[in-house]
């Protein structure tokens, strides 16, 4: 077992889970609320985190009925779900879309405006002033990072559009990162989600905001990666499993940098047809790489560097992205997940509004991601 304290406390290694219980009884949680998926909420770990919690005498109670792409009405529910059963944390375990949720009820709790009244991208930020809740999150995929991050991307639940929550409060206080939870994640979820941290290294490389601590850690992130995407997916074991976690989180501190292009043609894939937001990057992070090669030929020389490739330049790596998705058993076109052609005009709309794209490297236009998703598609 390790322990990393950047940014937060993070137990990382097999079997790291196994703390918890001892550690809510160390800081005298009583009842705190299980945030978690409706999927994970039925798995064998779950039941065994819950019962050795309550073997230390705590009374834990579990929340998971979220959507995939989490909605306002989640975190509202999850709230009611807290102050009924008199809650004094919040454990969020699970991929990107339970962490969400997880940390928005922790800000919602002692913060009881509307939600959005909160959202980042309108300075909301600064309201964000009460204390919260204690906080931990154990993730069980190896994608988003969310485990270390700061913020909550939750959608408006009639227009679909992603609002950003934000606060330093909103760090977890610990995190138990243990490789062994992920290690029945199917293939397919491995793929989508290992290619969703691989997107957020990259973005963040290329970001355009000035971060140099950053940056040397989205290119390690690249490198792990690189050498433990294809076992984690095709023959998984503790060690690349291990690496593929470590790399997600890397991502996440990451991109506090900034993310790009590829970020805001994911976000309305998953809010308006519900598509799995590491598949919807998957399948953008090509096409989205070879819009800003132009801009920043330099930065991608140093990526090809990082892959090993044999040509150090932008064609190689999107080369490489276009053939890293093949093998993983990703497909490379937007029709194969389920977009039509009557949803680019949309799609476009939703792009163009998203918060991601104004520190991509070139700046996109409305035109710019209705010509992206046509090539995709």
Known sequence: MVQFNFPTIIRFGAGAVNELADYLKSKDIKHPLLVTDPIIATLDFTHT????????????????????????????KGRDAFDSNKCDA???????????????????????????????????????????????????????????????????????????????????????????????LPAAVTAATGMDALTHNMEAFLAKMSHPICEGIALEGILKIKNAIENAVHKPDVSS???????????????????????????????????????????????????????????????????????????????????????????????DIGVKEEHIDTLADLAFADFAHPNNPIPVSRDDFKHLYTKAF
């Open 49 to 76: 985190l819950i019962r050795d919690v309550q073997q230390k005498g705590i009374s834990i109670a579990v929340f998971h009925d979220i959507h995939k792409n989490p909605v306002k009405s989640d975190v509202l």
């Open 90 to 184: 919040i454990i969020g375990l699970g991929g990107g879309a339970a962490i969400d949720v997880a940390r928005a009820i922790v800000l919602s709790i002692n913060h009881r405006e509307d939600l959005f009244k909160y959202d980042d991208l309108i300075g909301g930020d600064v309201f964000v002033t009460n204390e919260v809740p204690p906080f931990i999150t154990i993730p069980t995929t190896a994608g988003t990072g969310s485990e270390v991050g700061r913020s909550a991307i939750i959608a408006d639940d009639e227009t679909h559009q992603k609002r950003i929550l934000f606060s330093p409060k909103l760090l977890a206080n610990i995190v138990f990162a243990d490789p062994l939870l992920t290690m029945d």
């Open 241 to 335: 499993r291990s690496d593929m976690l470590i790399a997600s989180m890397m991502g996440a501190i990451a991109f506090q940098k900034g993310l790009g292009v590829v970020h805001s043609l994911a976000h309305p894939l998953s809010s308006l047809l519900d598509t799995h937001h590491g598949l919807a990057n998957a399948v953008n992070l090509p096409y989205g790489m070879e819009f800003n090669v132009p801009a920043c030929e330099e930065k991608f020389r140093r990526i090809a560097r990082t892959l090993e490739l044999k040509e150090e330049n932008g064609a190689a790596v999107v080369q490489w992205l276009k053939e890293l998705n093949e093998k993983l058993g990703i497909p490379g076109k937007l029709s």
